[in-house]
């Protein structure tokens, strides 16, 4: 908790007051959604309204998450370069994205029974009468997704713990609460319109902290980079103890933009098909600057931190902000960093509930369920998988990168494949479907295990795609 002993009581107090402007204008964004949260559809998807430039900061603050001003950082800040190859794997996986599923998936989504969900799409396009393929996909999106949100909930938990001065599991408390209350208000609107707001918040201050250091550095970034060959020259190496592997497993990461509901879905959000090449471009570009700008925070930390070293390289971000910047501006960058949390956390957690109500309550306890019944039912999930994502973050030592990355290899490799053929072979069978989304999760979770991948989701993604498409050839 060193980062934050040097703050005083004005310090504070300016620090918490600006944090409590961003929580009233969050929860009025969410009281708005609120209102407009008419039906289950709105709930979910907003009723398919979202333009080019809310759907693209959508799409790119709810990818985000804590692992952009937290994990990324700290990857930056104890590897250095050598973790560049996440970044261009991550930019080169969601450009592909967009590009090849985007305007397919809103289209056919619509097309197919006006689905609402990513398993709902996936059981009318392989007319999935018995609802076992929709149940399977539910069953490993929420299971995966639970660590996900524990992801969420651990990093604003460290935040918490830091800047309140309180043990790591009363923050945790502190922030399940305020992010479940967050989702309880307003829906799929209102985390919408928030991550129009926090997408811009978090960009604007992943630049100004590392040019405020380089400021500090007489004005040149060859003051940085003298500075870290004299502490660490292999930080500057973009090739320091990696091989083609490992290279590769790192590019791999991108490989999980074409399955991860929370994303994708959002893509079946958007207004029309023609709004996607502006929204694809807006978000390319901003994920682009936020990356460099994370990756540069973690470099400086460490260059600035260098005698010292942090005790918690993941809070590499509010302790740099801490260092340059008055406590007016450190709540700014806290409210940053919680908008990178709920903003994910949301979309996941509503994507769980949504599941719940659609696939188990209404499937087998209310047929006939109205929107009432089904909006009340959804939020009454929502605490469940909370409570669920609660219990495994209790563990302060986990690693708000790690449970990322294992969330984000188990639905890519389970989800992604059946969405690519499902979009672009209709020769795909139901069967095939079902054993890749079977496969593609099981595999994730051996190869995590055996660690004999650098990052499992390359082969798992491989073998899922394999089995669709021998199965289904196999049908010929």
Known sequence: ???????????????????????????????????????????IIGGRKLGAVVGA?????????????????????????????????????????WS???K?????????????????????????????????????????????????????????????????????????????????????????????????????VLLIVPIFVIINFDNSIFGVISTLKQAAPQHLDIFYNLNFFTILGYLSWGLGYFGQPHIISKYMAIKNESEI??????????????????????????????????????TVFIALSSEFFHPLFLGLFIAAILSAIMSTVNA??????????QDFYQRFFSKKAKDKEMLLMSRIFLVIVAIFSLMIACNEKSSVLGLVAQAWAGIGAAIGPVIIFSLFWKRTTKTAAICGVLSGAVFAIIFSKLKIFSYEILPAFTLSCAVIYLLTISKK
């Open 104 to 204: 397919k998936l809103r289209k056919q989504s619509e097309f197919y029974g006006n689905s609402l969900t990513i398993s709902e799409f996936l059981s009318n396009r392989f007319n999935d009468n018995s609802g076992s393929l929709r149940l399977l996909v539910s069953i490993i999106i929420i299971f995966f997704f639970t660590i996900y949100i524990a992801s969420g909930l651990v990093g604003a938990a460290k935040l918490f713990s830091e800047f309140l001065q309180i043990s790591y599991h009363q923050a945790l408390i502190i922030a399940a609460l305020t992010i479940v209350s967050y989702a309880l208000i307003g829906g799929f609107f209102a985390v919408s319109w928030a991550d129009l707001f926090q997408g811009l918040l978090m960009l604007f």
């Open 1 to 43: 908790m060193e980062n934050f002993q040097h703050l005083n009581i004005s310090a504070n107090f300016y620090s918490l007051s600006v944090l409590s402007i961003y929580f009233i204008v969050i929860f009025y964004l969410g009281y708005r959604g609120f209102k407009k949260t008419k039906t289950f559809s709105d709930y």
């Open 277 to 314: 090449s502006l929204a694809k471009k807006i978000c390319i570009s901003w994920m682009s600057l936020a990356m460099i700008g994370a990756a540069a925070v973690g470099i400086f930390g460490f260059v600035h931190f260098s005698s010292q070293k942090l005790s918690e390289p993941e």
């Open 57 to 97: 900061l959508n799409v790119g603050a709810s990818d985000m998450s804590s692992w952009l001003l937290m994990g990324l950082p700290g990857a930056f800040y104890l590897f250095g370069l050598n973790q560049i190859w996440i970044i261009i794997g991550l930019i080169l996986g969601s450009f592909l994205s």
């Open 100 to 102: 090849l599923i985007a």
């Open 348 to 357: 996941q957690i509503i994507i769980c509930c949504s599941l719940l109500a």
